[in-house]
Nanobody, 123 residues
């Protein structure tokens, strides 16, 4: 069992930055692919970014050039640096772990989920 706990969300003005963190329990963190998803009220959950166990990164078109995903296997954690935030980035953000180690851009590709952290961007 893997436990994920997101933190770092909050209220920020448009153009600002936030850094989300997601430490994970378990001894095999380095073998997982990690992903960030988000869900805004009344909308479907969407893939934001992912990083494979080989540290290959993937991004949704809507966040490319603004968001950066990274991982620190020594700390069993994944991060999402979010810059140039826009009101449309407002959502609950969730981190997820995939045992297979490859990034998937759909929710069913992940085995473990955190409880989410709210990001609100004001205009």
């Amino acid at each position: 069992q893997v436990q994920l706990v997101e933190s770092g969300g909050g209220l920020v003005q448009a153009g600002g930055s936030l850094r989300l963190s997601c430490p994970a329990s378990g001894r095999t963190f380095s073998t997982y692919a990690m992903g960030w998803f988000r869900q805004a009220p009344g909308k479907e959950s969407e893939f934001v970014a992912g990083i494979s166990r080989a540290h290959n990164t993937y991004y949704a078109d809507s966040v490319k050039g603004r968001f950066t995903i990274s991982r620190d296997n020594a700390k069993n954690a994944v991060y999402l640096q979010m810059n140039s935030l826009k009101p449309e980035d407002t959502a609950a953000y969730y981190c997820a772990a995939a045992i297979l180690g490859s990034v998937r851009q759909f929710k069913s590709g992940y085995d473990y989920w955190g409880q989410g952290t709210q990001v609100t961007v004001s205009s």
